[in-house]
């Protein structure tokens, strides 16, 4: 998805001191259009920006609604687009055409620079899931743009149901490229059950909860909340009392600090602006079809131009 904020923030995000067990509030950001609907924001936020490389946590649904993302841009990040309900078509700059399906991981690698649009059918549908976007280190954000799609199969863990799409958990790998040490799961938790997870004691850890009454490590977690877990425990205990649904995200702290703005990651402010021109100059006045950000092959929609650079440089975090 694209960053919806009409006038987003220059954000800058590093990794913050480790604090234990820590609940994170969601915040609405207005999608907009015709058919409006909320993402709930749990990062970045002020009290926490990164969770090892993940930097950007959006939670939409269920709703039903037509998502309809015209082509735009991303640099220095993947995106992982993650569904529980709905069907989207994503077409992007390298020649992808692929559906996005509930259970199924796509996974985009921005690198130097891509453009993609995402588009459901044409009737409204239901719509629900989690757009994430992991932050690629310096050493990695310059490498080529490229997509796979992962359908990780469903295991049993201690009478929860798991999905890993991104890292290892309890022997179970995901193929998906990444480019730290990262850790993305669905779990599906039945009511009145706990389960003691192995978690890597380097990461820093994130359990997002869609549905369920739910507590994590002891903190009771409320649907669309983000709970943090700083690194150095070996096991991580969840227990729903109602039939639960979250997301588990880990990573080793990313340990740089990065410029996020709008659908940008860069490392400054004179990046991002570069990164903005190209965009408008390239793309939305059509100067270089081929230019770093190439052209999304089979797409009749508009490109998204970006909005106005904010006149205040560099707020630091969110
Ligand atoms: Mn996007």
């Excluded at 234990?20 to 969601?26: I, K, R, S, W, Y």
């Excluded at 002891?218 to 649907?223: H, K, M």
């Excluded at 979250?246 to 940008?264: A, H, K, Q, R, Y």
Aim: aromatic share 6%.
């Amino acid at each position: 998805m694209s960053n919806p904020e009409k006038n987003p923030a220059e954000v800058l995000c590093e990794t913050q001191p480790a604090a234990g067990v820590q609940l994170l509030e969601p915040r609405e950001v207005p999608l907009g259009g015709p058919r409006a609907m909320n993402v709930r924001r749990t990062l970045p936020q002020r009290s926490r920006s990164l969770i090892g490389g993940w930097c950007f946590v959006d939670h939409y649904g269920p709703d039903t609604t037509r998502m309809l993302v015209p082509p735009h841009p991303h640099t220095g990040l993947q995106t992982v687009s993650w569904l529980f309900a709905g069907d989207i078509e994503h077409r992007d700059s390298v020649g992808s055409l692929a559906a996005v399906r509930p259970g199924e991981l796509n996974l985009m690698t921005a690198g130097s620079g891509i453009s993609h649009s995402e588009i459901s059918p044409a009737s409204p549908t239901l719509l629900h899931g989690a757009q994430l976007w992991v932050a690629l280190p310096d050493a990695h954000r310059h490498t080529a743009p490229s997509f796979e799609s992962v359908a990780p199969t469903p295991f049993d863990l201690q009478g929860a149901t798991v999905s890993v799409f991104i890292g290892e958990l309890a022997g179970v790998a995901s193929p998906a490229m990444v480019f730290s040490p990262l850790l993305g799961a669905q779990l599906d938790i039945p009511a009145g059950t706990t389960v003691t997870l192995p978690i890597n004691a380097t990461f820093e850890h994130g359990v997002l909860v869609d549905a369920g009454a739910v507590t994590v490590a002891n903190l009771a977690t409320p649907p669309d909340h983000l709970a943090y877990l700083a690194p150095g425990a070996t096991e991580l205990v969840i227990t729903a009392s109602t039939d639960a649904r979250l997301l588990l995200l880990g990573g080793e702290p990313l340990g740089e600090s990065i410029v996020m703005w709008w659908n940008f990651i860069g490392r400054s402010h004179d990046e991002i602006v570069e990164f903005r021109a190209q965009w408008q100059a390239d793309v939305i006045n059509g100067g270089n079809p081929d230019g770093r950000f190439g052209t999304v092959v089979g797409c009749d929609e508009a490109p998204l131009p970006a909005p106005e650079l904010p006149t205040v440089r560099l707020k630091p975090r969110e």
